[in-house]
């Protein structure tokens, strides 16, 4: 088996391909904080940052389902980025009651950037297991 190839044994997460988990995560991402600055009235860059954050997992995920040669690099810039999420969702508990929304939008941050590292972790592993019982 090719490395840069998809294979029918790739790890999945509720049959999603950690490719097309990163794709709706960034887009979940990107619809959130778009809701959110609606819903608050928010007229502060800030409470586009989920946006900022969104926008390079959606593009990775694009590149990554139709140049699957750039899949290792990519989903190592995407784990990256799921870690800059997770840290900013610390700061919830900095200031989880100053304001709603932004504390709102910090949980999840913290939550779903916790969630999504863990997948990719899980999905390298898996992968070096199958490098390990496969190899040629």
């Known amino acids: 088996m090719e490395e840069s190839s998809h294979s029918t044994e790739d790890f999945r997460?509720?049959?999603?391909?950690i490719e097309l988990i990163t794709l709706i995560y960034g887009l979940f991402m990107v619809v959130w904080a778009f809701s959110i600055s609606i819903i608050a009235e928010?007229?502060?860059l800030t409470s586009l940052v989920p946006a900022f954050i969104g926008?390079?997992?959606?593009?990775i995920g694009f590149i990554t389902m139709?140049?699957?040669?750039?899949?290792?690099?990519l989903m190592h810039i995407a784990v990256l980025?799921?870690?800059l999420a997770f840290l900013g969702g610390l700061d919830f508990f900095r200031g989880m009651f100053n304001n709603y929304y932004a504390g709102l939008s910090k949980l999840m941050l913290l939550i779903t950037g916790f969630v999504y590292v863990y997948f990719c972790v899980q999905s390298f592993?898996?992968?070096r297991r199958q490098k390990k019982s496969n190899p040629n």
């Open 81 to 83: 980025i799921g870690i």
């Open 42 to 44: 928010s007229s502060s």
């Open 13 to 17: 997460v509720f049959s999603l391909s």
């Open 55 to 59: 926008c390079p997992l959606i593009l």
């Open 66 to 73: 139709f140049k699957p040669t750039l899949r290792k690099a």
């Open 125 to 127: 592993l898996f992968v």
